[in-house]
């Protein structure tokens, strides 16, 4: 598919900046700038090679609008396989939008959203997973959110899909054919063999679908549930690894009624702080329900902090929680030891094992919270170099492959004829296909590039 128009956009961000670019993708790109620019050195932009840069003037009715870097990348070895130019001009405001009027009035239109990207997937330049992933990688704000998207782009696991689907596809079409000779009774696609790529396929997919979890997860950030009784300190530990004043802090039991939540970045790694309502027992209406969502919350967690008072405290809600859990890992936390006697902590201390001592008023064992918190959380979710799913888009479509391979193993099984197994090998096809965009429909592009920047 080739488009016959020329699209134009600022590749970066609105503002003052030293140096900006526009973009101008299409067929007529290079001529078009070359109509408006005045090389240093006399030449003919449009005879220039493909990745080459040229220094010159942009000029509109004999008038100076800038001095420029002229970027030229020619079809198909561009970004989206279209004849591309790049102008590296001074980022002001005024000289970006002059330069932008400028195409636009000479020939090109404004892209859409992400309609650059859309041409280099339309292009086959990538996939429609890697398309998606430039998105992630532009909207990723740590080191683990870049890394699954940088994967994603180079190839990730939509390479590995597009093989296992091009085998499965040879053999639907070995028992279409089959149909034709359904009176012969013949089998063209071997059994054993299409059982043993069947159960290939189901591996994968669920080692990938297993994989959203932890990806999920760091896109979104790690959940972490602060647990504890009204008043110790639960608000206050959370603005002091927030740095800031967001949760409300107050000495009157149960003003946490709500649960509030907010994102760090602790080691490369997004941490999502829930501060619960406390978990005590209560007759308030208001409390209760802020009580229920507190073990919707811990449910969710990965891990739960559980925070006491070393000057007032009470196990018992320690051995509940992890008896509530017990497969939820706890990590118990003494508050305010700014206020305890070394005697009173040797005490706390022989009683819990595993404990932490720190006061969320003076920051003292904060970072040594911080650091506790990475190290846990990083080494179980982020071992191994095993490609992750984070795009919803992609569990969803994985877990209806799944579904659909399960059924033709199942049909295997029980000696179902070659017609109705073609039905739910399509349906599979389908989905897989979906993954990599293989098969597409207009309104899953359009959902999918509205989404990103306009330049991209
Ligand atoms: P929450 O109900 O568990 O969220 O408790 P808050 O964070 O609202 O804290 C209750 C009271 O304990 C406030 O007056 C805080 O200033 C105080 N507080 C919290 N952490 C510490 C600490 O480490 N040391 C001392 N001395 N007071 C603290």
Known sequence: ????????????????????????????????????????????????????????????????????????????NSYTGENVVEISCHGSPYIQQQLLQLFLRTGCRMATAGEFTLRAFLNGKMDLSQAEAVADLIASDSEASHEIAVQQMRGGFSNEIQKLREEL???????????????????????????????????????????????????????????????????????????????IVSNIPGTTRDTVEDQINLGGINFRFIDTAGIRETQDMVEKIGIEKTFDKIENAKLILFLFDGLDYDLKELEDLKGKYPNKEVLPICNKVDLLTIVERDQIQSSVSDLLFLSAKDRTGVPELEQKLSSLVVSGALSGDSTIVSNSRHYDALLKALEEIQKVKEGMDMGLSSDLMAIDIRQALYHLGEITGSVTTDDLLGNIFSNFCIGK
């Open 1 to 76: 598919m080739s488009y016959s128009d020329n699209i134009v956009a600022m590749a970066t961000p609105p503002g003052t900046g030293a140096i900006a670019i526009i973009r101008i993708s299409g067929p007529e790109a290079i001529a078009l700038v070359s109509k408006h620019f005045e090389p240093i050195k006399p030449k003919d932009l449009t005879k220039q090679k493909s990745h080459t840069i040229h220094l010159g003037h942009v000029v509109h009715q004999e008038k100076v609008l800038d001095k420029v870097l002229v970027s030229i990348f020619k079809s198909p």
């Open 169 to 247: 596809l040879n053999f639907a079409s070995l028992i279409e054919l089959e149909l034709d000779f359904s009176q012969e009774d013949v089998e063209f696609a071997d059994r054993t063999q299409f059982n043993s790529l069947l159960k290939r396929i189901s591996e994968v997919l669920k080692k990938l679908i297993d994989s959203f979890a932890i990806g999920n997860v760091i896109k979104n950030g790690i959940p972490i549930a602060i647990v504890g009784k009204p008043n110790v300190g639960k608000s206050t530990l959370l603005n002091a690894l927030l740095n800031e004043e967001r949760a």
